[in-house]
């Protein structure tokens, strides 16, 4: 069974940073597929940033170049950094894990971690 646990989240003021991690376990060779989103209550869930199935990047125009996506393959983990925070980046964030035609259409999430970022 595919499990995926985020990390890093917490409070930071706003121009800050934080790093994200999400640690894949139970039968994932690859993290290609792997990505982040994020949800604010009341609004749909978001894509941030992912591998596509052949390993390219993938981000949101509205990221406007503030957060990365990286990955280690020999820890199974994928990272989000994310600079310059704003108080609008303030979200629950999400790991997911989805190939098309593999997994499940909406593929495998995390529980999710809070970021809040203060003004």
């Known amino acids: 069974q595919v499990q995926l646990v985020e990390s890093g989240g917490g409070l930071v003021q706003a121009g800050g940073s934080l790093r994200l991690s999400c640690v894949a376990s139970g039968g994932i060779s690859s993290l290609n597929g792997m990505g982040w989103y994020r949800q604010v209550p009341g609004n749909q869930r978001d894509r941030l940033a992912r591998?596509?199935?052949?390993?390219?990047?993938n981000y949101a125009e509205v990221l406007k170049g503030r957060f990365t996506i990286s990955r280690d393959n020999a820890k199974n983990t994928v990272y989000l950094q994310m600079n310059n925070l704003s108080p609008e980046d303030t979200a629950v964030y999400y790991c997911?894990?989805?190939?098309?035609?593999?997994?499940?259409?909406?593929?495998?999430w995390g529980q999710g971690t809070q970021v809040t970022v203060s003004a």
């Open positions: 591998f596509c199935r052949l390993g390219r990047e």
């Open positions: 997911n894990y989805r190939i098309p035609g593999v997994t499940p259409a909406a593929g495998y």
